[in-house]
Nanobody, 126 residues
Framework: QVQLVESGGGLVQAGGSLRLSCVASGRAFSSNAMAWFRQAAGNEREFVAAISRGGGYTSYGDSVKGRFTISRDNAKNTVYLQMNSLKPEDTAVYYC???????????????????WGQGTQVTVSP
C-alpha cells in the first residue's frame, strides 16, 4: 500500500504563493501517477493537477492553469504543488492522490485514484 502525507498549507494574502508537498511511503512510489485535488467547505472535490510516473506529462484544472505547477522527485518520494498568484477562491483543503498509471482514464477522474492523503488547509485572504 501507499501512504501519503501532505504539508505546506497555511494562510496567505491574495497574490501570494505557497508550495505544498506530499511525501509517500510504501512500495513503488515511482510506479504511481500522482495528482492534487481540493475541496472547499460545502463543495465537491475538484481536480487541480496530475503528473505521470516519470514526470513527463502533466495536466491542470482550468481554474489553476498558468498559476500552479505540479512536479515530483522520485528519489525523495515527494510530489509538489507550487501555487502562485493565489486567489480567495483557491481556499480549500488540498489532497494528494496516487494511482498505478497516468493513462487508461482521465487524470482528472478522482474515482481512478486508489490512495489519498488526509489533506492540508490552504486559506487565501482578500
Amino acid at each position: 500500500q501507499v501512504q501519503l502525507v501532505e504539508s505546506g498549507g497555511g494562510l496567505v494574502q491574495a497574490g501570494g504563493s505557497l508550495r505544498l508537498s506530499c511525501v509517500a511511503s510504501g512500495r513503488a512510489f515511482s510506479s504511481n501517477a500522482m495528482a492534487w485535488f481540493r475541496q472547499a467547505a460545502g463543495n465537491e472535490r475538484e481536480f487541480v493537477a496530475a503528473i505521470s510516473r516519470g514526470g513527463g506529462y502533466t495536466s491542470y484544472g482550468d481554474s489553476v492553469k498558468g498559476r500552479f505547477t505540479i512536479s515530483r522527485d522520485n528519489a525523495k518520494n515527494t510530489v509538489y504543488l507550487q501555487m502562485n498568484s493565489l486567489k480567495p477562491e483557491d481556499t480549500a483543503v488540498y489532497y494528494c492522490a496516487a494511482r498505478p498509471s497516468y493513462s487508461g482514464s482521465s487524470p482528472s477522474a478522482d474515482s481512478s485514484y486508489a490512495y489519498w492523503g488526509q489533506g492540508t488547509q490552504v486559506t487565501v485572504s482578500p
